[in-house]
């Protein structure tokens, strides 16, 4: 090979899109409990902590487009986890809101993914503390790509 700083176990590009796959992939059981798919799972977190938000905002907070968070929340309202309305000060703008169902979730999300999460990351090497700084790096890493 020619160039070494292209070989695949060089970057870090590759470590982390293998980490959210398979992070991915160990959610899947878990929230198919809840009967959703992981990226409804991220919309339910942002409305969770915030509830009544503009597509624009919860896209926003997910780094994600507005044409790729709108097919999502139209099959959320299809499962009755959330309803969409119109802004009262601009027609334009959608409203997403949970429902009684999707706030309900968030316990029953409580009880089910901590825990098989933690099962799951039980053999992994990293403390807690690692884990704190794993997240900070990769919130810089987040921030310098944005």
């Given at each position: 090979m020619a160039?070494?700083?292209?070989?695949?176990?060089?970057?870090?590009?590759?470590?982390?899109y293998?980490?959210?796959?398979?992070?991915?992939?160990?959610?899947?059981?878990?929230?198919?409990?809840?009967?959703?798919?992981y990226p409804?799972?991220l919309?339910l977190?942002?409305?969770?902590?915030?509830?009544s938000?503009?597509?624009?905002?919860i896209?926003?907070?997910l780094?994600?487009?507005t044409?790729?968070?709108?097919p999502?929340?139209?099959r959320?309202e299809?499962?009755?986890?959330?309803?969409?309305r119109?802004?009262?000060q601009?027609?334009r703008?959608?409203?997403?809101?949970l429902?009684?169902?999707?706030?309900e979730?968030?316990?029953?999300?409580y009880?089910?993914?901590?825990?098989?999460?933690?099962?799951?990351?039980?053999?992994?090497p990293?403390?807690i503390?690692?884990f704190?700084?794993?997240t900070?790096?990769?919130?810089?890493?987040?921030?310098a790509?944005?």
């Open positions: 160039h070494e700083e292209l070989r695949l176990d060089n970057q870090v590009c590759f470590r982390l293998s980490a959210a796959r398979l992070v991915m992939q160990a959610y899947t059981p878990l929230l198919s409990e809840l009967g959703i798919t409804q799972y919309v977190m942002v409305l969770w902590e915030k509830d938000q503009p597509v624009n905002d896209a926003h907070r780094l994600l487009e044409n790729t968070v709108t999502l929340l139209q959320m299809k499962q009755g986890i959330v309803v969409r119109k802004g009262e601009d027609k703008q959608q409203i997403v809101s429902t009684e169902k999707g706030r979730m968030e316990e029953l999300a009880a089910i993914i901590p825990k098989g999460m933690g099962d799951r990351l039980a053999a992994c990293l403390s503390d690692d704190k700084q794993l900070a790096g990769l919130d810089g890493i987040i921030e790509l944005k």
